[in-house]
C-alpha cells in the first residue's frame, strides 16, 4: 500500500467539541455577561406595597411562558422609575439572564425612536453581536431571549407600539410611562397609575433621611403636602434641607407657599423639575401648551374647558385629554355642575416657569379674572333679585339652568374664586375685586363659609376704597358684617357698621343705607332688643320703597322682630301681605324664606299644626334649592315643634335629615 499524507484541518476558533483525526479537541463556550444596568436604589424608599406585590405576582407569570407585561403610569417624578429599580435590584438574583435598561427618552429623535438600536444595545450588553440589517435585529433579540429569564426596565415609553416592538421571548417587561398606555392590556399588560405618596407615606420618606428631632409632626405633614406627595418634590426640598443644616423645616414651608421661591427650591440639580417636566411641555400641541401655560398663569388650581375656551385655549376639549393623558391634569370628581380638572402643585410650578416670562402673561390673568367675575355675577343674578352695584357681568359667558346648579358652581369653584380675588388685589384691578365679592354673597351666606367670606371681604373693603365707591364700601363692610354677626363676634359686626355709616352722606342709594339699617336690627335681635330692632326694620323697610324684593326682605325681617316682641298677629299681617307680593313678582328666594318665619308665629300663637306645615314648606324648597342652612333651620324648628305635638315619627325624619345635613357644605 503506497503511503500517503492526511491534512485535517480546522481555520478558526470554533466552540464545541471538534474531531481532528483521532484526537478530540475541546473549546468550552465561553461565559456570557449577564447584564445589570438599572443603577443602585435610593436608600430610602417608603410605600408601594401593593406595586411591589404586583410586580412579585408577574414574575411568576413570566414563568409560564411568554414576556410577562407590568406598566406603571403617573405624573413624572411621582417615583415610577425608582419603584422599578428597587424591584430589579432586590429581584436580581430571580433573572439568570440579566437586568437591562432602555431609556427610550435617550433615543427618541423627531422622526420617532430608534427601537433598532434598543434593540441593538440589548444583545451586545448580551455578548452578541448585533446584525446589520435591523429586521434581524428584532429576530436575534427573540432569539436571544427564548432561551433567558430576564428583567427589562424599558423608561420613558410614550406609545404602545414602542414597547410592542421590545418585547422580548420570555422574561418580565416592566414601562414606565408618564402617558396611559391602556392598549397594552390587549397584549396581556397589567397597567397601573401610580398615585403620588400618602400623607404617612410622604412624612416617613422625609424622616428617613431628616435627623431625628428636626421638625414638627405639623411642619413635616405640611412639607409632604407642599410638594403634593412627589418624590420628586421632596427630594429636591431634602437637598435643600440636608445641604443648609441651619434652615428650619418650618422656613422651607413658608418659602414653598410662593411660586417662585418654590420653583427655586426645586430646580436644582436634585429635583431635576424643568429637566423632568420641560420635555413634556415641549411635545404638547400648540392647543395643550395654551392650557399649560394657562395653568401656569391661573391663580388657582381648578381648570375646565369653559375657562380654557374663555380665555382664548384653542379645541379646549382636546387640550384637557392631551394633558390627562401625560398625567399633567386629574379629573376632580366631586358634585360640582361641570368637569373640572386639577394640576397637582409641583407641575403648577413648572407651567409657572413656562408662563412666567409670557409676553401676555398680565393680559391671560386679566381674562382669568374676568371670566371668573363675569360668571360669578351671572351665578348671582340665578339666585334671585336683589340690590347690586354693579353693572350686569358675563356677557358671552353660558348661564346657569337653575339657581340651585349657580350656586353649586360657585362651591365648586370656591377655591379658585377666593384665589382670584388675591391676584386681582395683587394686581390692582380694584373694580374687579368689589365686584367679584359683591356677587360672592349668595355663596357666602347660603353656605356658611366664614373664613373665605371674611377674607374676602376685607379684600373688598380696600379695593372699593381705591375704586372711590362709597356705595361700595358701604356695601362690602355690611356684608362684613353679617359675616361677623352669624359668628356671634357682635361687637366686631357693629365696628363694621360704624364704619360703613360713615361713608352714607356720600351715598345717593337710600337702598344702602337700608342694608345697615337692616344688620344693625339683627343685633338687636340678638341683644334682646326686640322693640329696637322693630324700629330698625321699619327704616330699612322704608329705605326699599319701589324696590320689590327689598320691601319683601325686610318685611320678614321686621315679622321676625313682632313675634320675638310678642306681636305674632301683626307678624302675620306683614308676612301675608309680603307672600302675596312675592308670588306677583317670583320672587322665589323670598318665597321659600317666608314659610319658616310664618311658621314660629303660628307656633307663637299656639297654632301647632300650621307651623309644621310652614316648616315643611320651607323644607321641602330649600332642599330642592341645595340651600342646606335654610333646610337645616327648618328641620330644627320641626323638632321642636314634633316634640310639642308628641309625635316622633316627624322628629325622628327631621333628626335623620338634620344629621345627613351636618355632611352637606
Known amino acids: 500500500m503506497d503511503d500517503y499524507e492526511v491534512s485535517n484541518s480546522v481555520s478558526g476558533t470554533v466552540y464545541g467539541n471538534v474531531i481532528q483525526g483521532g484526537n478530540v479537541t475541546v473549546h468550552p463556550e465561553p461565559e456570557l455577561p449577564v447584564p445589570h444596568q438599572v443603577r443602585p436604589a435610593r436608600a430610602f424608599f417608603v410605600n408601594r406595597e401593593g406595586e411591589l406585590a404586583a410586580l412579585t405576582a408577574a414574575l411568576r407569570k413570566a414563568d409560564q411562558g411568554g414576556p410577562s407585561i407590568v406598566v406603571f403610569t403617573g405624573l413624572g417624578g411621582v417615583g415610577k422609575t425608582e419603584l422599578a429599580t428597587k424591584f430589579a435590584n432586590e429581584h436580581a438574583a430571580d433573572f439568570r439572564g440579566g437586568v437591562l435598561y432602555a431609556d427610550l427618552k435617550a433615543y427618541r429623535r ?60 420570555r422574561g418580565l417587561v416592566v414601562v414606565a410611562s408618564r402617558r396611559r398606555l391602556d392598549a397594552l392590556r390587549m397584549d396581556g399588560a397589567e397597567v397601573r397609575q401610580l398615585d403620588r405618596l400618602s400623607a404617612a407615606a410622604g412624612a416617613a420618606l422625609v424622616r428617613g433621611w431628616l435627623s431625628a428631632g428636626r421638625g414638627t409632626d405639623g411642619e413635616v405633614a405640611a412639607l409632604v403636602e407642599r410638594c403634593a406627595g412627589l418624590p420628586l418634590a421632596l427630594n429636591a426640598v431634602g437637598s435643600q434641607l440636608l445641604r443648609r443644616g441651619r434652615l428650619s423645616v418650618g422656613q422651607v414651608v413658608a418659602e414653598l407657599s410662593d411660586q417662585g421661591a418654590k420653583l427655586a427650591m426645586l430646580d436644582n440639580e436634585e429635583g431635576e423639575l424643568r429637566r423632568t417636566y420641560d420635555p413634556v411641555y415641549a411635545r404638547l400641541s400648540p392647543p395643550g401648551q395654551a392650557l399649560y401655560r394657562l ?32 398625567h399633567l391634569l386629574d379629573v376632580v370628581v366631586d358634585d360640582g355642575p361641570e368637569d373640572r380638572f386639577r394640576a397637582h402643585d409641583v407641575v403648577r410650578t413648572h407651567a409657572y416657569a413656562c408662563a412666567r416670562e409670557l409676553p401676555g402673561r398680565v393680559e391671560l390673568l386679566a381674562r382669568v379674572v374676568a371670566y371668573f367675575r363675569g360668571r360669578a355675577s351671572l351665578a348671582d343674578r340665578a339666585m334671585g333679585a336683589r340690590l347690586r352695584l354693579q353693572e350686569d357681568g358675563g356677557e358671552g359667558l353660558p348661564g346657569f339652568a337653575s339657581d340651585a346648579t349657580a350656586l353649586e358652581w360657585l362651591y365648586a369653584e370656591r ?69 361677623r354677626f352669624e359668628r ?103 318665597l321659600m324664606k317666608l314659610p319658616l318665619v310664618r311658621a314660629r308665629a303660628h307656633r307663637a300663637l299656639g297654632q301647632l299644626d300650621h307651623a309644621v306645615a310652614h316648616a315643611e314648606d320651607c323644607a321641602r324648597q330649600a332642599g330642592e334649592r341645595s340651600q342646606y342652612a335654610k333646610e337645616a333651620q327648618a328641620h330644627t324648628l320641626l323638632v321642636g315643634l314634633a316634640e310639642e305635638l308628641g309625635d316622633e315619627a316627624l322628629a325622628e325624619r327631621s333628626r335623620a335629615r338634620l344629621r345627613e345635613l351636618e355632611d352637606r357644605p
Open 110 to 169: 423627531e422622526s420617532g425612536v430608534d427601537l433598532a438600536g434598543v434593540v441593538g444595545g440589548f444583545l451586545r450588553a448580551f455578548g452578541l453581536r448585533p446584525p446589520d440589517v435591523e429586521a434581524e435585529r428584532f429576530a436575534a433579540f427573540r432569539t436571544a431571549t427564548a432561551g433567558r429569564r430576564c428583567l427589562f426596565v424599558v423608561d420613558n415609553a410614550e406609545h404602545a407600539s414602542e414597547v410592542r416592538a421590545l418585547l422580548p421571548s
Open 295 to 326: 395653568i401656569g398663569v391661573h391663580p388657582g388650581s381648578f381648570v375646565s374647558a369653559e375657562l380654557a375656551g374663555a380665555v382664548g385655549v384653542e379645541r379646549p376639549d382636546q387640550a384637557l385629554d392631551e394633558l390627562c393623558d401625560v
Open 415 to 483: 377655591a379658585d374664586l377666593r384665589a382670584v380675588v388675591e391676584a386681582a388685589a395683587q394686581q390692582g384691578w380694584h373694580g374687579e375685586v368689589w365686584r367679584l365679592c359683591e356677587s360672592l354673597w349668595p355663596l357666602y351666606h347660603g353656605r356658611k363659609l366664614y373664613q373665605d367670606w371674611i377674607a374676602t371681604h376685607e379684600r373688598g373693603i380696600e379695593s372699593a376704597q381705591w375704586d372711590n365707591r362709597p356705595d361700595a364700601v358701604v356695601r362690602m363692610r355690611n356684608q362684613l358684617a353679617r359675616a
Open 488 to 590: 356671634k363676634e357682635y361687637r366686631l359686626a357693629a365696628e363694621q357698621l360704624a364704619l360703613a355709616s360713615e361713608q352714607l352722606p356720600l351715598v345717593a342709594d337710600r337702598r344702602v343705607a337700608g342694608v345697615l339699617h337692616e344688620t344693625d336690627g339683627l343685633l338687636c335681635l340678638a341683644d334682646g332688643r326686640p322693640g329696637e330692632a322693630v324700629q330698625r326694620f321699619t327704616l330699612a323697610l322704608a329705605d326699599n320703597r319701589g324696590d320689590d324684593h327689598g320691601e319683601i326682605v325686610q318685611s320678614y325681617n321686621l315679622a321676625q322682630a313682632l313675634i320675638a316682641d310678642g306681636r305674632p298677629e301683626e307678624g302675620l299681617t306683614v308676612l301675608e301681605a309680603a307672600t302675596v307680593r312675592a308670588v306677583d313678582t317670583g320672587d322665589d328666594d323670598m
